[in-house]
């Protein structure tokens, strides 16, 4: 008869949080394609924009006043690794998006220093993503895209844009820096949609 892990029993394998083909890391590796720009909270703005010139921005000063939340979620590289219960504090997207109108259904993300991720507008809301600027308690290394960066943990890491500058409401689905180089579209760990 085969190990069978009883729910009964209450334990897990520790593998279970593990999407396929990830293994779990102790350390939290830093993978960015250039330099890591630099830039100061009193230069920093975020923007949304949608349909019909509308603009919507948030100084630092402003962002800081929103409803902050803490963040436990795992996360996963496409390169193979996974981190379980990072913490995290941000402001939730949905809280951002709460006066936007658009029927927009896709959003590029684009960072400060030129980098930009697609993603679904359906996965930026209802709870499952964030602007996030502590990691571990501590203000947000530069590294990993202080002062602040976009957290989608559902989405393998590379949509988690670093020193995120803002979301571009768009109508179709428009590949970004990594998608536009042979990663997958849309990229659930989960269903292993690593390359396209
Ligand atoms: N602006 C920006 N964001 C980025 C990247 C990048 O090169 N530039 N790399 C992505 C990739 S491929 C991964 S795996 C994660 C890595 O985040 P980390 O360096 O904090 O581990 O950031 C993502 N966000
Ligand atoms: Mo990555």
Not at 153 to 170: C, M, N, Q, R
């Amino acid at each position: 008869m085969g190990i069978i892990s009883s729910g009964f029993r209450g334990r897990r394998s520790e593998n279970a949080a593990l999407p396929p083909g990830q293994h779990e890391t102790q350390d939290f590796p830093v993978l960015t394609a250039g330099p890591a720009p630099l830039i100061p909270v009193e230069e920093w703005e975020f923007f949304i924009t949608a349909e019909d010139g509308q603009r919507l921005t948030w100084t630092w000063d402003e962002f800081m006043a929103l409803p902050q939340e803490e963040i436990t979620q795992d996360i996963h590289c496409v390169t193979s690794w996974s981190k379980l219960g990072t913490a995290w504090r941000g402001v939730s997207v949905d809280t951002l998006f709460e006066k936007v109108e658009t029927t927009r259904d896709f959003a590029t993300a684009h960072s400060f220093g030129g980098y930009t991720t697609n993603v679904p507008l359906w996965d930026l809301l209802g709870g499952k993503a964030w602007v996030a600027w502590e990691f571990g308690h501590e203000p947000l290394e530069r590294a990993h895209g202080g002062p602040a960066r976009l957290l989608v943990p559902h989405l393998y890491f590379w949509k988690s844009a670093k020193w995120i500058h803002g979301l571009e409401l768009t109508d179709d689905d428009v590949p970004g820096f990594w998608e536009s180089n042979g990663y997958h579209l849309h990229g659930n760990p989960w269903r292993e949609e690593r390359y396209s």
